[in-house]
């Protein structure tokens, strides 16, 4: 098996791989916009480094390649909100990349925002160049919610209507909300109590994530490639599903970091959340679950305040 990382700019890099050799991208960017572990841009100068980073992706590509994109957003000094994934769509479709799937993948935990929604999800952008590309969905189906539904009419009326592998994952727009928790795109965020958390990188890329997308839009024996491998949870993912893997990284100390997390995924010993795992649940008689005291004050004069408002709007019923 195949496994070559790379230390240096990624633009210096990336030059040494071959064009056309690497079946699928698959990718969580620096977002370097004021992030102080970046070495902070402007949006227009983040743009324009990353016009030049997507060029060079499509130049290592197979006609038949994909690229799977993970980001975030970004929010200003200012607060003003920027979903990353809206500009670098223009980036890629002025290259000549299709877009054939927007996936948002769900995550519990993260921080409060006060001034606005909290953020719990983040965003995969899965390009291709052309109607020939690689799609398998039978490694990624979910158990289908009515396996027992069965066809009413036509030439197999009386059996099953679904496939007895699951049904398609889908996105999570098409995920009804009582499905979510099961979806194939709801895991966790790499955060302090995950066991692949690893306190040397700020913004760790879940393995599932990257395993779900090895799968999918790849074959056994394919390339991978990820311009900005960080710990190398891209490589761990085709290692443990058969692909070969080149990785680059600016740090240095990411790269040793990386190297070592993929020999150990090759040796059986490496910690990683096992890919469709059930998201952990806080049981009820747990302390936290339980409201604490301090909060039962402002908790019932909210509830007398909805009283007062459902009283009013019932008034206003009555008298129409």
């Avoid at 699928?24 to 070495?39: D, M, T």
Wanted: net charge neutral.
């Amino acid at each position: 098996m195949s496994i070559d990382l790379r230390h240096g700019d990624m633009l210096d890099q990336i030059k040494n791989v071959a064009n056309g050799t690497v079946d699928l991208v698959v990718c969580s960017p620096p977002y370097g916009i004021g992030k102080s572990y970046e070495n902070a841009k402007t949006v227009s100068e983040y743009v324009e480094w990353m016009d030049k980073v997507v060029a060079e992706i499509k130049r290592t590509l197979k006609k038949s390649g994909g690229v799977c994109w993970q980001v975030g957003t970004h929010v200003s000094d200012e607060g003003e909100y920027l979903p990353l994934d809206m500009l670098f769509y223009p980036l890629f479709k002025k290259a000549g990349f299709i877009l054939k799937n927007r996936v948002m993948w769900t995550f519990g935990s993260g921080l409060h925002s006060e001034k606005r929604l909290s953020g719990r999800y983040e965003t995969l952008l899965w390009f291709v160049l052309g109607d020939k590309y690689t799609f398998n969905l039978d490694p990624i189906r979910v158990a289908s919610k009515y396996p027992g539904k069965c066809a009413y009419k036509g030439p197999n009326k009386g059996n099953p209507s679904g496939n007895p592998l699951g049904k398609n994952p889908s996105d999570v727009w098409q995920i009804m909300m009582d499905e979510w928790e099961k979806s194939i795109w709801d895991f966790p965020n790499v955060k302090a109590n995950h066991v692949e958390k690893n306190s040397a990188h700020p913004c760790q890329f879940p393995v599932e994530l990257a395993e779900r997308c090895v799968l999918a839009f790849s074959n056994s024996s394919d390339t991978i490639l990820d311009p900005f491998c960080g710990l190398g949870s891209s490589g761990i993912a085709a290692v443990f599903h058969d692909r070969k893997f080149v990785g680059i990284d600016s740090e240095a100390r990411y790269i040793q970091l990386a190297r070592e997390r993929i020999e150990s995924a090759l040796d059986g010993t490496l910690k990683t959340r096992k890919i469709g795992t059930a998201i952990a649940e806080t049981t009820a008689s747990s302390s936290l679950k339980q409201t604490p005291a301090a909060w039962k004050q402002a908790i019932d004069k909210q509830k007398s305040k909805k009283r007062i408002y459902d009283q009013y709007r019932q008034d206003q019923d009555d008298g129409d």
